[in-house]
Each structure stands twice: as C-alpha cells, then as structure tokens.
C-alpha cells in the first residue's frame, strides 16, 4: 500500500512497525531475565501512524517511569501539518503530540520460529500507541523525540506470549487487512482501547515521495515496572499514497482521544524492505 490521502475533514498519517525477537528467558530454567529482545520483519506489506494531539491531563496518564511530557511547542520533529496548526490556533500548543503505527507483516520471526499468521488466520500485524516524552537525561535538542509508548500489542496470541515470556507483556488486540470485493480497494479494521477505526482505500504512486529510513525510540513499562527502551528501524523499499477514507467510532478511551484532538494526520504507507525493533533494558 501507499500512503494516505484522507477525504477532506479527516487528515491521517501512517507509519511503520517491524521485528525480531531475542533468545526465551524461563525462571523455571535457571536463566537470567532478557536484557535485549529482538524482532525482525522481512517483506513488510504495509505501514501507516495516525498523528495527533492529546490533552495533557489524559496523555499524562501511563507515562514510562521517569518520563515526563513534552508540549507541541517543544517538539521540532512535528509533521508541517501540526506545527501550521499550532501556529495559527496557539491554544493547542500545549497539547501533546500523540502517534499510533500499525505495522502488517508477511512474517515475523522469533529465535528463528516464524510467525506468519494472526489469529483467526489474519496477516499478522503489530502497532504502538506513544506521546511524546523525555527523560530527565535528554538533552535540550533531543526534547520531545522520544516517545513514552502506553501501547505495544499485536494481533498473534503466539507472539504475544513469546514477549510475555521475556517479561515484556504487549496486548493482543484486533488488527485485520481485507480486500473489498470488486475494488481494487482495502479495509484496514483496528480496535484498541474503546475505539474501533476503519480505513477504506488504495495506495497509488506519488513522484514527491522518496524512500528514507525511518526511526524512533521510545521507552515502554515491563512486568515489576522495569523500564525498556525501544529502537525501532524500518528500511522501506516502497514509499505510496493513499486514497480513501478514515473513520474513527467509539466514545472512550483512544477513541475519546482522537475524536478530541483538533488534527489527525495520517503517514504515507511503507511497503517491502526490511526493518526492526530492539528492546533493551
């Protein structure tokens, strides 16, 4: 697929998640606990973010320990889209720069096991719900380019427990990609957190676009509170629009959250190449 192009009135953004999980730690074993996990993804299908603000007073909420938010105004990696908002309705400049990314795999392989399914015989597909944040070691410069991430989850029960197993629980939650019948369309379908969110569309070329690695790091909450940090690295090899249509439908939650925000941007859609996510602790 190919990135976004939403109807008017519903901006959107899209963005990319990839990996490969390190050895299985077991107590029962008599192993040390994991200090490094890793997940690699070869021949990605497809990956998009929904870029957003969030009020503070709820995106406070579930900060990684020793996090602390960073306001719209402080983050200079903002999409142009958000940064023009911000400029023209400074009322907004406090809230906090949110990201969900979906990312749908055509495998993903854990100490050598492939998982090339989700449940319910689904492409398998993974995503991250995050803020911006900052630890008290962040330099000035680097204000606001992390992300404190409330959500991992995927939508493999298998890879769910090999996580759980290295003491990183993530959420399992409904991701599914369709093709729509007589149309050289796609449904995407994602429920999380009291939101149902459909995408109805299809990827076409755009000459503006050039293919870039993309990155993040983040910190995300372990079992006993242990505090990971997570470096994600995608290296597309097709960067593609979108044309379609975003629908947001719940009344809580990440719904409430982006229904309440004055802007969502959705990503261009990353395809094929390579990519992968490290969590260290």
């Known amino acids: 697929m190919s990135p976004l192009r939403v109807r008017p009135g519903t901006p959107g953004m899209v963005c990319i998640l990839l990996s490969t999980l390190g050895a299985p ?44 938010l960073v306001p ?23 809230w906090t720069p949110a990201e969900l990314c979906t990312y749908v795999a055509e495998a993903i392989w854990v100490d050598g096991r492939r998982f090339d399914r989700g449940d319910g015989g689904r492409p398998i597909a993974v995503l991250y719900w995050g803020v911006s944040g900052a630890s008290a070691d962040d330099g000035g410069s680097d204000r606001g380019s992390r992300l404190s991430l409330r959500v991992v989850a995927t939508n493999s029960s298998g890879l769910e427990r090999a996580m759980r197993a290295r003491q990183v629980p993530i959420d399992r939650v409904d991701i599914d990609l369709l093709p729509v019948k007589e149309s050289e369309e796609e449904e995407f379908l ?21 293919l870039a690695d993309r990155s993040r790091k983040g910190a995300y909450m372990g079992n006993n509170r242990t505090l990971w940090t997570v470096d994600l690295s995608f290296e597309p090899g097709k960067v593609e629009a979108l044309s379609g249509a975003l629908r947001i439908t719940g009344k809580r939650g990440l719904a409430k959250a982006l229904n309440r925000s004055p802007i969502r941007l959705l990503s261009p859609i990353l395809s094929e190449g390579k990519g992968t996510v490290t969590f260290n602790r």
């Open 190 to 210: 994602l429920k999380l957190e009291g939101a149902t969110i459909t995408f109805i569309g299809h990827a076409r070329q755009d000459s503006t676009l050039t």
């Open 72 to 94: 719209a105004s402080d983050v200079s990696s903002l999409p142009s889209a958000i940064r023009g908002l911000i400029t023209d309705e400074p009322q907004y400049a406090t």
């Open 25 to 68: 730690v077991s107590a029962q074993e008599g192993r040390p606990a994991a200090t490094s996990i890793n997940w690699e993804v070869g021949a990605p299908k497809a990956g998009w973010c929904i870029h957003f603000l969030m009020e503070p007073t709820t995106a406070t909420q579930d900060l990684a320990r020793g996090y602390s």
